[in-house]
């Protein structure tokens, strides 16, 4: 990394969270210039679909701590 590139990155860390995830997701978008343009309505139709089915009781939801216990297991390969 360049002495500019990580100088620019220290002060990025030094944003609060939420703009350093702005700053990430920016920065990766910029990297494919070929974006579709239905991508984001896709994106939106997928969410409100899964959020329907979650105040619906179709889909049940588990906790954070389930959530990462069964991760970790799936990438331990159990």
């Known amino acids: 990394m360049t ?3 990580h100088e620019l990155l220290q002060k990025a860390l030094a944003l ?4 350093r995830a702005e700053l990430a997701g920016t920065l990766i978008a910029s990297l494919d ?6 991508v984001d309505a896709a994106w939106q139709e997928e969410v409100a ?3 329907r089915e979650v105040q619906s009781g ?8 389930s959530a990462l216990k069964k991760g970790q297991s799936l990438l331990d390969g159990q």
Not at 16 to 19: F, G, K, M
Not at 58 to 65: A, E, F, M, Y
């Open 33 to 38: 210039p070929t974006r579709d343009p239905d």
């Open 58 to 65: 179709q889909v049940k939801t588990i906790s954070w701590q």
């Open 49 to 51: 679909r899964r959020f």
């Open 16 to 19: 609060p969270d939420s703009e």
């Open 3 to 5: 002495g500019p590139a």
